[in-house]
């Protein structure tokens, strides 16, 4: 079978490669990325050289670079390719939608032309919007994006379905929590926290640090994907979850506990514009199929964390130039 993972030189879309190049042994993957600040050939480079693995450096938003590899044959095309960090879409929407929006549109338009046995749609759990204690989404629910990284995946997520309603294309969605794990690019919160705190820098917590977000080991969203291609219903939505909601202070906890760090390093900034207090994702529909998480928040922390300790080589050298000046700009004034 051959994949098409865009996005693969990312931090999900790596962690899939590496999760079918390890796995699945007759499988061949074709690795489309942009190499954006966030596109790391690093998280990838085992598999340079394998003739079942081939890298294809791109925009998805370009059709002259898309249409060729469906042309040759595609099974499934699973589509990580985005832009994701939400503060980054506060300070400027328009990548997001370029990407998000406007790339899934060519993709589509490759496997509506071309033909794919699935085309799947890698979703948020953000296009929820904020969720009130004591309730889940379930996929019905309506989306209520609030920030502009949200919308354009919500937007990216509903043209997909739209592509399977009016032309068939056989498209699934999934829509899935926070995701942890090695490979992260040190902007997001557990990988930024913890690199700052293996150089004793002090970490920017938001607001109270209450917001509750639930969180899913890599692993086990690329076994939800894995499952959803197998078994997923052609047009239907699925949520992955971890089942691990956690106030952020608590990872923060767990984080300064791991490394051994002072509560000096802690420092409380300014609020995220239109920050969503909660996430959370009922899975039963996923796991009907067979699909449960198994890696514990804990032991995966650790591991991750102790990842990052191990491989200052991956992190050291992301952290300099325009990743500073990016940092500079976001916290200096909260």
Same mark, same amino acid.
């Given at each position: 079978?051959?994949?098409?993972?865009?996005?693969?030189?990312?931090?999900?879309?790596?962690?899939?490669?590496?999760?079918?190049?390890?796995?699945?042994?007759?499988?061949?993957?074709?690795?489309?990325?942009?190499?954006?600040?966030?596109?790391?050939?690093?998280?990838?480079?085992?598999?340079?050289?394998?003739?079942?693995?081939?890298?294809?450096?791109?925009?998805?938003?370009?059709?002259?670079?898309?249409?060729?590899?469906?042309?040759?044959?595609?099974?499934?095309?699973?589509?990580?390719?985005?832009?994701?960090?939400?503060?980054?879409?506060?300070?400027?929407?328009?990548?997001?939608?370029?990407?998000?929006?406007?790339?899934?549109?060519?993709?589509?338009?490759?496997?509506?032309?071309?033909?794919?046995?699935?085309?799947?749609?890698?979703?948020?759990?953000?296009?929820?919007?904020?969720?009130?204690?004591?309730?889940?989404?379930?996929?019905?629910?309506?989306?209520?994006?609030?920030?502009?990284?949200?919308?354009?995946?919500?937007?990216?997520?509903?043209?997909?379905?739209?592509?399977?309603?009016?032309?068939?294309?056989?498209?699934?969605?999934?829509?899935?929590?926070?995701?942890? %794990? @090695?490979?992260?690019?040190? !902007? &997001?919160?557990?990988?930024?926290? *913890?690199? =700052?705190?293996?150089?004793?820098?002090?970490?920017?917590?938001?607001?109270?640090?209450?917001?509750?977000?639930?969180?899913?080991?890599?692993?086990?969203?690329?076994? %939800? @994907?894995?499952?959803?291609? !197998? &078994?997923?219903?052609?047009?239907? *939505?699925? =949520?992955?979850?971890?089942?691990?909601?956690?106030?952020?202070?608590?990872?923060?906890?767990?984080?300064?506990?791991?490394?051994?760090?002072?509560?000096?390093?802690?420092?409380?900034?300014?609020?995220?514009?239109?920050?969503?207090?909660?996430?959370?994702?009922?899975?039963?529909?996923?796991?009907?199929?067979?699909?449960?998480?198994?890696?514990?928040?804990?032991?995966?922390?650790?591991?991750?964390?102790?990842?990052?300790?191990?491989?200052?080589?991956?992190?050291?050298?992301?952290?300099?130039?325009?990743?500073?000046?990016?940092?500079?700009?976001?916290?200096?004034?909260?």
């Amino acid at each position: 079978m051959r994949y098409l993972v865009t996005g693969g030189a990312g931090f999900i879309g790596s962690n899939f490669v590496h999760f079918i190049m390890d796995n699945y042994p007759d499988a061949e993957v074709i690795n489309l990325d942009k190499l954006t600040y966030a596109g790391n050939l690093d998280n990838v480079k085992e598999y340079v050289g394998n003739p079942r693995y081939s890298f294809v450096h791109g925009d998805i938003a370009d059709a002259k670079v898309v249409d060729p590899i469906f042309e040759k044959g595609v099974d499934y095309c699973v589509n990580f390719a985005a832009e994701t960090h939400v503060d980054r879409s506060i300070g400027d929407p328009s990548e997001f939608i370029t990407t998000d929006v406007f790339g899934t549109y060519v993709l589509l338009e490759a496997a509506k032309k071309f033909g794919v046995k699935k085309f799947i749609q890698i979703c948020t759990d953000e296009v929820y919007g904020t969720i009130e204690p004591g309730r889940s989404s379930v996929e019905t629910d309506p989306l209520m994006p609030r920030n502009p990284y949200s919308a354009s995946k919500a937007g990216a997520d509903r043209l997909a379905y739209s592509y399977f309603a009016t032309y068939g294309v056989p498209v699934c969605i999934t829509r899935a929590s926070n995701n942890y %794990g @090695i490979y992260h690019y040190p !902007e &997001k919160m557990i990988p930024l926290f *913890v690199t =700052n705190l293996l150089e004793d820098r002090p970490v920017p917590i938001y607001g109270d640090g209450k917001n509750v977000r639930d969180w899913l080991h890599t692993l086990d969203h690329c076994r %939800g @994907i894995q499952t959803v291609i !197998e &078994k997923g219903v052609i047009g239907e *939505v699925y =949520n992955i979850g971890g089942g691990n909601e956690r106030q952020n202070i608590e990872v923060v906890d767990l984080i300064f506990k791991h490394l051994n760090k002072p509560e000096s390093l802690k420092t409380f900034v300014k609020d995220r514009l239109g920050h969503d207090r909660r996430y959370s994702l009922c899975c039963d529909k996923l796991k009907a199929l067979g699909w449960q998480p198994i890696v514990k928040f804990e032991e995966g922390l650790a591991k991750t964390i102790d990842w990052y300790v191990n491989n200052r080589w991956w992190w050291e050298k992301i952290k300099s130039g325009e990743y500073w000046e990016y940092y500079k700009k976001q916290y200096q004034d909260r």
